[in-house]
């Protein structure tokens, strides 16, 4: 056992503060690592606020961790001490149902699906917890922290062209943008649609940019039509009908990252025919869509969850090799309470990421 420290809410309504814990040591086939920089994903405050009804508490979130590797198990061969590593959503999975065999464990059906980086094992219903998990408490801890052990096939390699910071966000709102657009086979040429400019917006947009497709960026904000003229794709306010109307037709993709329930109608009728659109951001039921829209032009509305860890090594070198990566805002973890009310405004331009130098503070 090593001690850690690391921000955590203990309840639905309370502030993360600092708590200490033990992380266990590494395993033979598992990898201690150094938290440097993690990722401030929308997801880690509905997890905190318990909006998806499964969260456990103390509830220390993060899922776009990068680290340097300090210790490694018996058994480990693909990282040594010293390399820089990243963990994404995932520190595990059944590995024997078909998707994991299929190298898709984002899609596993094991008992607990994937073991989720933090609140995991991710149950329907948190409340009938029936044990502890591979880490020896009720839920995992997540990357707010300093420093997290995870299985060495579960650990990503971060590529040298990518500052570590900048490499973090990948982890979540790269590859959960990624993967759809790859399963869906997004092309050079296509015309792609990004619904909400926000931290996985801003990846997609770049992600697409960078694939050779056409970007229009939906957005509810003004000041965003600039930013999303700056990084190659054009920008439609929601509210403005008459551009949405030219747009008829006219996209062979889109993504929705807006993260609550909304209405996917008016976006519809601008999906060319036989075509998707991928809702990643809101894991809830969504306003229903007519289906007649639907049926006269064989169109379909899609989920996608996050993406494998093969695919999460793909847009790690996929945004290396293009020299692309998301617009961070570096923050120190105290600052993590103002962060999240700034998310929630829409106000981050366009990821928060904690500089885990600053919990050396809270050590003291
Ligand atoms: P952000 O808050 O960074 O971005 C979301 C953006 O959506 C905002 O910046 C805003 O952009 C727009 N928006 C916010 N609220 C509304 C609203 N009520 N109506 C319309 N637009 C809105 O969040 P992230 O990008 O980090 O995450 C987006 C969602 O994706 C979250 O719900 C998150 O949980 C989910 N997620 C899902 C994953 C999956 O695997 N499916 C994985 C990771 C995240 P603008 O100013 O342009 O309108
Ligand atoms: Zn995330
Ligand atoms: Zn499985």
Same mark, same amino acid.
């Given at each position: 056992m090593t001690q850690a420290v690391g921000y955590a809410a203990q309840h639905s309504?309370?502030?993360?503060?600092?708590?200490?814990?033990?992380?266990?040591?590494?395993?033979?086939?598992?990898?201690?690592?150094?938290?440097?920089? #993690?990722?401030?994903?929308?997801?880690?405050?509905?997890?905190?606020?318990?909006?998806?009804?499964?969260?456990?508490?103390?509830?220390?979130?993060?899922?776009?961790?990068?680290?340097?590797?300090?210790?490694?198990?018996?058994?480990?061969?693909?990282?040594?001490?010293?390399?820089?590593?990243?963990?994404?959503?995932?520190?595990?999975? #059944?590995?024997?149902?078909?998707? #994991?065999?299929?190298?898709?464990?984002?899609?596993?059906?094991?008992?607990?699906?994937?073991l989720a980086t933090y609140n995991g094992p991710m149950m329907p219903k948190a409340k009938v917890l029936t044990g502890t998990n591979m880490y020896g408490r009720d839920n995992t801890y997540g990357g707010y922290s300093s420093s997290i052990v995870a299985p060495e096939d579960f650990v990503l390699k971060i590529p040298a062209a990518l500052k570590p910071e900048v490499a973090a966000p990948i982890l979540c709102a790269g590859v959960t943008t990624y993967s759809p657009m790859k399963h869906w086979g997004v092309k050079s040429g296509d015309h792609v649609g990004i619904i909400g400019f926000g931290g996985l917006g801003d990846m997609a947009a770049k992600i697409a940019v960078a694939m050779g497709a056409r970007v229009t960026i939906f957005t509810r904000t003004k000041e965003k039509l600039e930013e999303a003229r700056r990084l190659g794709a054009e920008g439609v306010l929601e509210s403005d009908k008459e551009a949405q109307g030219k747009l008829k037709a006219s996209f062979d993709f889109m993504l929705s990252t807006i993260p609550e329930k909304h209405d996917l109608n008016p976006f519809m009728p601008m999906l060319k025919r036989d075509r998707t659109i991928v809702v990643v951001g809101a894991l809830e039921p969504l306003a229903p869509v007519n289906n007649q829209e639907r049926a006269m032009h064989r169109t379909s509305v899609a989920g996608s969850i996050i993406g494998s860890i093969a695919d999460t090594q793909e847009v790690l070198d996929f945004c290396a090799k293009h020299s692309i990566g998301p617009d961070i805002q570096v923050i120190p973890i105290q600052d993590i309470n103002h962060a999240y009310k700034e998310v929630l405004n829409g106000d981050v331009r366009f990821r928060y990421v904690i500089d885990m130098a600053s919990l050396k503070q809270e050590e003291a």
């Open positions: 309504f309370s502030r993360l503060k600092p708590i200490t814990f033990e992380r266990d040591d590494p395993k033979a086939r598992e990898v201690d690592i150094e938290i440097l920089y #993690c990722g401030v994903c929308h997801s880690d405050i509905h997890q905190v606020k318990n909006e998806w009804s499964n969260t456990v508490y103390p509830c220390m979130p993060g899922h776009e961790i990068v680290g340097r590797v300090t210790r490694i198990g018996s058994a480990v061969s693909r990282h040594k001490v010293g390399d820089m590593v990243g963990v994404g959503c995932m520190v595990d999975s #059944c590995r024997a149902c078909e998707p #994991c065999r299929s190298h898709e464990e984002n899609y596993c059906e094991g008992p607990n699906s994937w």
